[in-house]
């Protein structure tokens, strides 16, 4: 099932196509760049489909739109696989990918997190950044960590009290 909000890019782009793509990738710059405005990203078209896939994709599943259950603020639409592809093989996430994850769900809830527990985390989840991360995953970290440092500094500058 896709539940796209009420607008969004998705919710026009399954009402022109009935189709759609889960990608399957550990490119943790692709999470990230979700959540600080990085959305384009190389694809590579899928036979018989009208629709790509990420070119960073281990793997694919191609969903055609069977039902839509409308909704005023979240239509939900339920889906069948019609295709599947492995790319190359899932070899797990190693501890810096991880901390980019846990960063990236830390920065999806900026607005919910005192200021204390958002240093915390990233405290410890730095550590693993030190310690593992490649190129591709301290890029991934400071795209969410300049996420982080704009909300802190919105955050003062309007004098906001953080939740906690």
Same mark, same amino acid.
């Given at each position: /099932?896709?539940?796209?909000?009420?607008?969004?890019?998705? +919710? @026009?782009?399954?009402?022109? *196509?009935?189709? #759609?793509?889960?990608?399957?990738?550990? @490119?943790?710059?692709?999470?990230?760049?979700?959540?600080?405005?990085? =959305? %384009?990203?190389?694809?590579? #078209?899928? &036979?018989?489909?009208?629709?790509?896939? +990420?070119?960073a994709?281990?793997?694919?599943?191609?969903? !055609?739109? !069977?039902?839509?259950?409308?909704?005023?603020?979240?239509?939900?639409?339920?889906?069948?696989?019609?295709?599947?592809? /492995? %790319?190359a093989?899932?070899?797990?996430?190693?501890? #810096? =990918?991880?901390?980019?994850?846990? +960063?990236?769900?830390?920065?999806?809830?900026?607005? /919910?997190?005192?200021? @204390?527990?958002?240093?915390?985390?990233?405290?410890?989840?730095?550590?693993?950044?030190?310690?593992?991360?490649?190129?591709?995953? =301290?890029?991934?970290? &400071?795209?969410l /960590?300049?996420?982080?440092?704009? %909300?802190?500094?919105?955050?003062?500058? %309007?004098?906001?009290? *953080?939740?906690?």
């Amino acid at each position: /099932m896709i539940a796209p909000f009420r607008p969004s890019v998705t +919710l @026009d782009n399954l009402a022109e *196509v009935p189709f #759609a793509i889960a990608n399957y990738t550990d @490119d943790v710059r692709i999470f990230a760049g979700c959540l600080t405005g990085r =959305k %384009h990203w190389p694809t590579v #078209a899928v &036979d018989g489909f009208p629709v790509p896939r +990420l070119a960073a994709a281990l793997a694919h599943s191609v969903l !055609e739109v !069977e039902r839509v259950d409308d909704d005023a603020m979240r239509p939900r639409h339920f889906c069948r696989v019609v295709q599947e592809e /492995m %790319h190359a093989p899932f070899t797990g996430f190693n501890r #810096a =990918k991880a901390a980019v994850l846990e +960063l990236a769900i830390l920065v999806s809830r900026l607005g /919910m997190l005192p200021r @204390d527990k958002i240093e915390a985390e990233i405290a410890y989840l730095s550590i693993a950044i030190e310690k593992t991360a490649g190129e591709a995953e =301290k890029q991934a970290w &400071d795209w969410l /960590m300049q996420r982080v440092g704009d %909300h802190l500094s919105v955050q003062e500058s %309007h004098g906001d009290e *953080v939740r906690s």
